[in-house]
C-alpha cells in the first residue's frame, strides 16, 4: 500500500468496502501467522517515572496516585503463574523507575530462566544502550519500545524531555535494539490530540520501514489527571484521527497487511471500549496475541496509564480464563510454545546464512 491508499482506507466509510478490509486482513493473517493466538503474562513492575509525557495517568507530576515498585519475589511468582497456565512469554512493563536498574531486571531476567521455558519481553521505556545490551546477555528475548508517533513536532509536544539535554530518537532506539539481537517491536497511540490522518498513514508504513516483529496499537482514551486530559472537550482540528474502536481496529488491519509475519496483540485500549467483545474484535482484524494480566491485583488499579483499564479488577486466574473464553468463542486455538513471530524467525535465518 501506498500513502494514498492507507489514507483512503483510514477515511473509509462504514460499509462493504470496509468489511473487506477486515476479511483481507484476517486471511493475510491465516496465511502468515495461523489461527493460534499466542498468550504473554503481562507483569506491570511499577507505576514510578520520571517522565512527565502529557498523556500518561502515571507520569511524574500526577501526585495524586499511590506509587510501588514490585518485589523480585512477586515477580517470580507471577513467572511461575505464566508457566503453570501454559503461556510462552512473559512481558515485563514498567514506568521509566531509575529503581528498575540494570543490576535488579538482569537478575530478575537470569532467576525467571532458570525456572521456566518462558521467552520473556521488556518494555521498560527508553534506557542506556549499556542495559539493553546487559538484559540480553542475561536472556531477554524482546524488546518493545512505543515510537507513539512519527510526526517529530506532535511526539517532542506530548513527551517533554526530562531536560534540554534528553531529547530521544526512539526510531533510532529501535534500530539499536535490532543490533543488539532483540525481537523487536513499537506501536502508536490511535486519535492523540494533533494527530491527522496524514501522520497516522505515515505511522503505519514505518512499522514496514522498521521491520518490525511485534506491532501494538489502541486508541488514545484520556486520562483526567493529564494535561491532554484536561483539554478534553475542545474543537479537534478538521483532521483529526478519531480515538474510536473502529479507528483502532482499521489500524489493526492495515498493520496485519502491511506486516504480514508481525506478532500483532488484541491490545488492552480495544478492551476498554468494548468490555464485551473489544478483545475478540481485534482477534477478527488481524490480531494473533492476547496479553492477560498477571500483576498481583494489590497493584493492577495503581497501574493507570488512562482510567477503569480492562481487567484491573481481574485475579491472575479470571484474567486467564476470560482470554481462554474468547479466543475458543471466535473458534481460534490457544499458542504452544514462546511465539516467536515468523517474521523474526525469518530475520534470524537470513542473518545466519550471510554469516555463513
Same mark, same amino acid.
Given at each position: ?33 495461523g ?5 504473554r503474562?503481562?507483569v ?21 496516585i499511590s ?24 512481558v ?8 528498575l536498574?540494570?543490576e ?7 532467576r ?11 518494555s ?26 512519527s ?8 513527551h517533554? @524531555? ?8 526512539? &526510531?533510532a532506539?529501535?534500530?539499536t535494539?535490532?543490533? &543488539?539481537?532483540?525481537e ?11 494527530q ?20 501494538g496499537?489502541g ?12 483539554e ?6 478538521a483532521?483529526?484521527?478519531p ?8 489500524v ?8 504480514p509475519?508481525a ?10 471500549l468494548?468490555?464485551?467483545a ?44 476470560a ?16 511465539g516467536?513471530s @515468523? ?14
Open positions: 500500500m501506498d500513502h494514498k491508499e492507507i489514507v483512503q482506507w483510514l477515511k473509509c466509510p462504514p460499509g462493504p468496502a470496509l468489511d473487506s478490509l477486515k476479511a483481507r486482513a484476517d486471511k493475510i493473517r491465516q496465511e502468515n501467522v489461527d493460534a493466538v499466542h498468550l503474562g503481562l506491570e513492575l511499577s507505576n514510578i517515572c520520571n517522565r512527565n509525557c502529557l498523556y500518561c495517568g502515571i507520569r511524574r507530576d500526577n501526585h495524586s506509587r510501588y515498585r514490585i518485589t523480585t519475589d512477586e515477580v517470580l511468582e507471577c513467572a511461575q503463574k505464566a508457566a503453570d497456565f501454559g503461556f510462552g512469554s512473559l515485563l512493563q514498567g514506568g521509566e523507575d531509575p529503581g536498574t540494570k535488579f531486571i538482569s537478575e530478575l531476567i537470569t525467571i530462566k532458570a525456572k521456566t521455558h518462558l521467552a520473556i519481553t521488556l521498560l521505556g527508553e534506557r542506556e544502550v549499556s542495559e539493553w545490551v546487559a538484559w540480553r546477555n542475561a536472556g531477554a528475548d524482546r524488546y518493545l519500545l512505543r515510537f507513539e508517533t510526526n517529530r513536532a506532535l511526539f517532542d509536544r506530548i517533554p @524531555p526530562i531536560n534540554e539535554h534528553t531529547a530521544c530518537d526512539r &526510531i532506539m529501535l534500530k535494539l535490532q543490533s &543488539i539481537g532483540y523487536t517491536g513499537s506501536g502508536v497511540m490511535i486519535g492523540v490530540p494533533g491527522t490522518y496524514d501522520d497516522l498513514a505515515r505511522d503505519i508504513a514505518l512499522f514496514a520501514e522498521l521491520d518490525l516483529s511485534m506491532i496499537v486508541p488514545y482514551i484520556p486520562h483526567p489527571q493529564t494535561p491532554l486530559g484536561a478534553q472537550g475542545g474543537q479537534p482540528m483532521d483529526q484521527v480515538n474510536t474502536l473502529e479507528m483502532g481496529l482499521r489493526l488491519a492495515l498493520a496485519r497487511i502491511i506486516c509475519g506478532n500483532i496483540p488484541s491490545t488492552t485500549a480495544l478492551a476498554t468494548d468490555r464485551q473489544g478483545r475478540e474484535m481485534g482477534l477478527c482484524w488481524g490480531a494473533n496475541v492476547v496479553m492477560p494480566n498477571l500483576t498481583p491485583l494489590k497493584y493492577r488499579q495503581l497501574y493507570e496509564i488512562y482510567p477503569s483499564k480492562a481487567a484491573s479488577t481481574e485475579t491472575a486466574e479470571q484474567s486467564r480464563d482470554a481462554f473464553r474468547q479466543i475458543e468463542h471466535i473458534g481460534r486455538s490457544i499458542g504452544q510454545g514462546r516467536d @515468523p517474521h523474526h524467525l525469518q530475520q534470524h535465518i537470513s542473518s545466519n546464512r550471510k554469516e555463513g
